[in-house]
């Protein structure tokens, strides 16, 4: 599976914006998915996924409430809905696929990364 990420720019504190990550490949609809950030001089960190059929989400505490994680098997996409964005938002967003299933809200569960969309939030 290879995976291309978009959706990101340039938006105002309170704002909102919605991540799209596209997967080519057969596999997309029986793997995990998930959204990574990293800001300038900070490790990747996790921020959203969501199981093979969508019926199970994880978030980071400092996104719960605000961001809300989606996939449409059909079209072959997972979505990150970002709404009440703050400054410390900013980062480059990856999308990333797992074969695990379980909690997976660690970096090293996931083998295929896209590449980043840029999200910079101004105060």
């Known amino acids: 599976v290879q995976l291309q990420a978009s959706g990101g720019g340039l938006v105002q504190a309170g704002g909102s914006l919605r991540l799209s990550c596209a997967a080519s490949?057969?596999?997309?609809?029986?793997?995990?998915m998930g959204w990574f950030r990293q800001a300038p001089g900070k490790e990747r960190e996790f921020v959203a996924g969501?199981?093979?059929?969508?019926?199970?989400?994880y978030y980071a505490d400092s996104v719960k409430g605000a961001f809300t994680i989606s996939r449409d098997n059909a079209k072959n996409t997972v979505y990150l809905q970002m709404n009440s964005l703050k400054p410390d938002d900013t980062a480059v967003y990856y999308c990333?696929?797992?074969?695990?299933?379980?909690?997976?809200?660690?970096?090293?569960?996931?083998?295929?990364w896209g590449q980043g969309t840029q999200v910079t939030v101004s105060s």
């Open positions: 990333a696929a797992t074969v695990y299933s379980g909690r997976i809200t660690t970096t090293p569960l996931y083998d295929v």
């Open positions: 490949g057969r596999t997309f609809s029986s793997r995990g």
């Open positions: 969501i199981n093979w059929s969508g019926d199970r989400t």
